[in-house]
Every structure is written in C-alpha cells, then in structure tokens.
C-alpha cells in the first residue's frame, strides 16, 4: 500500500489560505511519492468556544505509514493524539502572539510539540514558533492580484499648470496617442497656452475649476 499525505484539516471552507496550502501539500507529495488524501468529510465535534477560538476533535484511526497534516494542537484534540502514538505529522498553525501571560499558557502547550514541523501562515506566527526552536515553514496567504481595468476611460494629468510640473510633455502624449482620451485638472502660469493646445488636438479636456 502506498505512503500517504493525509489532510485532516476539516471541510473545504474556500478559505484561499487553505486552498494555497492544499495545493502546495498536493505538490509536495508528489515529490516524496505519497498518495495525497483530503478527508473533507471528517466533521468536526466542538468541545467548547472561547471567544473566537473554539476546541475540537475530528474522529479518524491514525495509521503508522501515513503523515497526517492536522489543525494547531491548540484548538484540534487530534493532534495530541497523534503526539502520543507517535504518528509522523505537519501541524498547520496561526497563532497571533499578544505579548500577554496567553502567549506563556500557549508556549506551554506547544512546548511538547518541539520536534513536529509547522506550517505558519503568517510571518507573525513564524517568528513565535521560531522563538521557541520549533521548525517552521511560512506559507504566507495567498491573495489575489488585484487586476487593473482592462478599458481606461482617460488618462489623467492632475497638478498645476507650470513649467515645474511639465504639463507640455502630457499633452506630447496626447499627440503621440491620438485614439486616447486625456483629461487635465489644474490651473497655473501656463493654462491658457494649455488651453490653446488642447483644443488644437481635440482629445485632451481641460478642467481649470473644480466645483
């Protein structure tokens, strides 16, 4: 039977942190040749919520030939589990230090778990398990790209009107881009040679007031 990557991690929430992680999982079993498996239908069973965080456990039967990849064994009773059957494991965490006596309390719950790689998921959270000597990989969210429109309505100049500011090398754009459409916001020494150029090219408006 063949080795597998197991992630315990609970139901797809579409959380692209966990989407990026998935798929970083999935490359790297393929490079140690293990059979990545996702368990998203383990449901999980709360034990208790304090504030944001909530405690819980998520029923399987660990297996000797497997790594599991499991929640932070603060909140996921699992992973405790797997510590004390001494199942190979990655625990993924993000934990935010707050530099109160919580982060002593948690220091001691990840105390026994020194020799468990973690996967962080912030820099923030990198650096305390890095405080504490546990090995640690940063896989920092990922987001999106944000996407510039495709289609421009204008292109804007928006400054004063004088030699300073260069308010001629635009218009020399607007020569070159005659199928572009400019608009120039501002007022200065030089606007009425602005203004007489503009109507020259015919796709540069030029705004002086701004009501």
Sequence with gaps: MKNRLIDVLGPHSGHPVYTALRQVMLHLAREIDFEYVSLVGLKRHCLFNFRTNAAYY?????????????????????????????????IVDEYFERGSRIDTLAKLFFRPFRGIPFVSLTKRTHRFHVSMGIGSILIPPAKKKIQGAKKRSYVLYLGRLVDSKNPML?????????????????????????????GELGNVKLIQFVE
Excluded at 64 to 71: C, D, E, H, S
């Design 58 to 90: 998520t029923p399987f039967k660990p297996e000797r030939n497997n790594i599991y990849l499991t929640n932070t064994n603060l909140s996921c009773l699992e992973s405790w589990k797997l510590l004390a059957q001494n199942m190979p494991m990655v």
């Design 170 to 198: 635009f218009l020399e754009l607007a020569r070159q881009f005659r199928n572009e459409k400019f608009v120039m916001i501002g007022k200065g020494q030089l606007a009425e040679k602005v203004a007489a150029i503009a």
